[in-house]
Nanobody, 123 residues
Framework: QVQLVESGGGAVQAGGSLRLSCAMS????????MAWFHQAPGKEREGVAA?????VYADFVKGRATISKDNRKNTLYLQLSGLKPEDTAVYYC???????????????????WGQGTQVTVSA
């Protein structure tokens, strides 16, 4: 059974930084397709960044986010900087069963999900 456990969320002021982590069990980050999504209250879940053969970023985080992985720790990361109040959301990590290209930021492609970690950015 695949398990994804996020950590690293919290409350920060605008302009601050956070690093989110997603520890995975029974899924190998070394060869997998993974992504970070976020969901704000009343809004749909939205792709933030994905990593398979190469990283993909949503336009609203380009230059402010870095997605990476540690194969030895089997963990996915999302480094966020220059945080804005509109970044406030629950952040989820996800894993797919296939490598993705054009649809790497589509939530429909991902079958394994973590429980989410809250990120709150104050002005």
């Amino acid at each position: 059974q695949v398990q994804l456990v996020e950590s690293g969320g919290g409350a920060v002021q605008a302009g601050g930084s956070l690093r989110l982590s997603c520890a995975m069990s029974n899924y190998y980050v070394s060869t997998g397709q993974m992504a970070w999504f976020h969901q704000a209250p009343g809004k749909e879940r939205e792709g933030v960044a994905a990593l398979g053969a190469y990283p993909v970023y949503a336009d609203f985080v380009k230059g402010r986010a870095t997605i990476s992985k540690d194969n030895r720790k089997n963990t996915l990361y999302l480094q966020l900087s220059g945080l804005k109040p509109e970044d406030t959301a629950v952040y989820y990590c996800a894993a797919a069963n296939l490598r993705l290209t054009d649809s790497a930021l589509s939530s429909r492609e991902y079958v394994h999900w973590g429980q989410g970690t809250q990120v709150t950015v104050s002005a």
